[in-house]
């Protein structure tokens, strides 16, 4: 998968606070290209899949049921550099340690509700993309 591109999630938190555009905004403004996106709302078995690698963690269940509670933003960004970038942009996952500016500092109410989910890797970013996404869902702007 090409390295200019990453997945992000926009939290059922920041959608029920009515943050998204003010969201996609900041994406966008960073030089972010939107190359897929759709609102949607994961099923129990669809965040306990995509969140697999924590199932051991105590937090597994609150995870999946905060994930489900309502729709998310799901989306595909392109950019040189997508995955260091856009971390940088959305800042620390606790929201008290996030650079000021960042999407976490302004939008997440804490650890546990951070507004946003970005991957950690290039490799991560296709199995994320790829999750949520159809080949015919992803274009190139």
Do not use: C, W
């Amino acid at each position: 998968m090409a390295t200019n591109r990453t997945f992000t999630m926009l939290k059922p938190d920041s959608l029920e606070k009515g943050h998204t555009g003010a969201i996609l905004e900041k994406i966008s403004s960073a030089g972010f290209k939107i190359v897929a996106m759709k609102q949607t709302q994961m099923t129990t078995a669809d965040a306990e899949a995509f969140y697999a690698i924590h199932k051991e963690r105590p937090f597994f269940g609150e995870l999946v049921e905060y994930m489900t509670r309502g729709p998310i933003v799901a989306a595909i960004l392109e950019k040189e550099n997508a995955v260091e970038d856009f971390r940088a942009l959305i800042g620390a996952t606790n929201p008290e340690e996030a650079a000021e500016g960042t999407i976490r500092k302004l939008y997440a109410a804490s650890i546990g509700e951070n507004a946003v989910h970005g991957s950690d890797s290039d490799e991560n970013a296709a199995i994320e993309g790829a999750f949520h996404f159809s080949g015919r869902e992803i274009f190139s702007l």
